[in-house]
């Protein structure tokens, strides 16, 4: 073989190296693709030149050879260190969920904290306001709770919360907005909802409450709720307006004598 000839082929040689060495590094984090370089070029190329005669090709076999196995070992551990990161990445979105979904939650009855309402509330205010839709607020607050704590217990007491906060969800419908705003204090939100009608869905919430049966030791407790109802007026500005109007109602009810609904209006 003439000494141009030789050159030519090393030459051919480097530069097809060069490519496979250059893609492999660019897929190297994904070993397929390593794979199909080191399987379509590098092979074919280092079996070629271990059949040509010749201590260059040979040398050249040689290297190829060992830069093929490099590659494949460099490309599995990056790729078991990229597959550790996603894995990782995946996990931190996981965690990242579950916190922001406990900040926003109650933790006692699973419903909507203060702050998770305050913020719906709002949202579904200027959604109802910028869509000239009726929105009404109850306040709802069970009646003698400290008596139940006092008399029972406190976890007795908590599992009355519970179980309000389980009837108030199964009574509602999905789009309604529910939440715990403290104690034993609830608020609900009802879009697209005039005043009549909220007024009835107050109703069904308290003979919902009502119907609770709570085994406790040999006797059975009863919880009864009070009620207040609201609905946004042309005056009023925000959701925190419209349930502190459905609070003041709320305080009708309980004066009255308590299991009861107060539409609000004086
Ligand atoms: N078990 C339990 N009790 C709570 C929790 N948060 C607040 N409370 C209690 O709820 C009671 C509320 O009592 P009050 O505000 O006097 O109201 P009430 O006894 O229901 O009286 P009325 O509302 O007038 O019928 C207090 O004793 C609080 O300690 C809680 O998470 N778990």
């Known amino acids: 073989m003439s000494r141009d000839s030789l050159l030519s082929q090393v030459m051919t040689l480097f530069f097809a190296i060069g490519m496979a060495g250059s893609a492999i590094s660019a897929y190297s984090a994904y070993r397929s693709m390593t794979l199909a370089a080191v399987a379509l070029v590098l092979l074919p190329t280092t079996l070629w030149l271990?059949?040509?005669?010749?201590?260059?090709?040979?040398?050249?076999?040689?290297?190829?050879?060992?830069?093929?196995?490099?590659?494949?070992?460099?490309?599995?551990?990056?790729?078991?260190?990229?597959?550790?990161?996603?894995?990782?990445?995946?996990?931190?979105?996981?965690?990242?969920?579950?916190?922001?979904?406990?900040?926003?939650?109650?933790?006692?009855?699973?419903?909507?904290?203060?702050?998770?309402?305050?913020?719906?509330?709002d949202a579904m205010f200027s959604y109802t306001r910028r869509h000239g839709l009726p929105l009404c607020a109850l306040m709802l607050d069970i009646d003698h709770f400290k008596q139940i704590n006092d008399t029972h217990g406190h976890a007795t007491g908590d599992r009355v919360l519970h179980a309000v906060a389980k009837r108030l969800k199964a009574t509602l419908r999905e789009a309604d907005l529910c939440g715990r705003?403290?104690?034993?204090?609830?608020?609900?939100?009802?879009?697209?909802?005039?005043?009549?009608?909220?007024?009835?869905?107050?109703?069904?919430?308290?003979?919902?409450?009502?119907?609770?049966?709570?085994?406790?030791?040999?006797?059975?407790?009863?919880?009864?709720?009070?009620?207040?109802?609201?609905?946004?007026?042309?005056?009023?500005?925000?959701a925190t307006t419209l349930v502190s109007q459905a609070d003041a109602a709320m305080y009708h009810a309980k004066s009255n004598g308590r299991n009861q609904v107060h539409g609000g209006l004086a």
């Open 181 to 238: 705003l403290g104690g034993e204090e609830f608020a609900v939100l009802l879009a697209g909802t005039e005043w009549h009608e909220a007024l009835a869905i107050a109703e069904k919430l308290r003979l919902a409450v009502q119907a609770i049966v709570l085994p406790i030791n040999d006797s059975r407790l009863n919880v009864t709720i009070s009620i207040g109802v609201a609905e946004a007026g042309a005056a009023c500005s925000d």
């Open 50 to 121: 271990f059949t040509e005669p010749g201590t260059e090709q040979r040398l050249l076999a040689v290297t190829t050879l060992a830069f093929s196995i490099f590659v494949m070992r460099a490309t599995r551990e990056l790729s078991d260190a990229l597959g550790s990161l996603l894995r990782l990445r995946r996990e931190l979105e996981i965690q990242h969920r579950i916190a922001s979904n406990a900040a926003r939650t109650d933790e006692l009855t699973g419903l909507n904290n203060l702050r998770a309402f305050k913020e719906q509330a």
